[in-house]
């Protein structure tokens, strides 16, 4: 069973990749642009519909109403286009990841933090 959630995640993961490649298409029809663009800027936002901090419900959207949108724009599109879009969101997703690229973006990001520990301390402890 969690094999089967895993591949389903992964699927759900592909098929995302594969809208946003879609929305950026000119051969999409528009409307399934516009739902892409809507549904990328909703899953990229700080703002939920549910927010998170209410327990169950909090996870609702992203665990339900998402892969509700994927879905559905996933049906706006001709099949010819979305297996051509699944084919290369899925050849990105083989490429090997850079473990040095992120590793330094956390170094940037903990030095920042220390920075801004530093700074903040004096002003915080008087």
């Given at each position: 069973?969690?094999?089967?959630?895993?591949?389903?995640?992964?699927?759900?993961?592909?098929?995302?990749?594969?809208?946003?490649?879609?929305?950026?298409?000119?051969?999409?029809?528009?409307?399934?642009?516009?739902?892409?663009?809507?549904?990328a800027a909703y899953a990229l936002?700080?703002?939920?519909?549910?927010?998170?901090?209410?327990?169950?419900?909090?996870?609702?959207?992203?665990?339900?109403?998402?892969?509700?949108?994927?879905?559905?724009a996933a049906r706006l599109i001709?099949?010819?286009?979305?297996?051509?879009?699944?084919?290369?969101?899925a050849a990105a997703a083989a490429?090997?990841?850079?473990?040095?690229?992120?590793?330094?973006?956390?170094?940037?990001?903990?030095?920042?933090?220390?920075?801004?520990?530093?700074?903040?301390?004096?002003?915080?402890?008087?």
């Amino acid at each position: 069973m969690l094999r089967r959630l895993r591949r389903w995640a992964r699927g759900i993961r592909r098929d995302a990749h594969a809208l946003w490649l879609a929305a950026h298409d000119p051969r999409t029809p528009w409307s399934a642009r516009l739902l892409a663009f809507l549904l990328a800027a909703y899953a990229l936002s700080p703002i939920d519909l549910i927010p998170d901090a209410i327990p169950v419900l909090g996870l609702l959207d992203e665990a339900v109403l998402l892969p509700l949108g994927l879905l559905l724009a996933a049906r706006l599109i001709p099949p010819p286009l979305l297996a051509e879009f699944r084919a290369r969101a899925a050849a990105a997703a083989a490429r090997p990841v850079s473990r040095a690229g992120a590793a330094l973006v956390v170094s940037l990001w903990l030095l920042g933090a220390a920075g801004l520990l530093w700074w903040l301390w004096p002003r915080l402890a008087g």
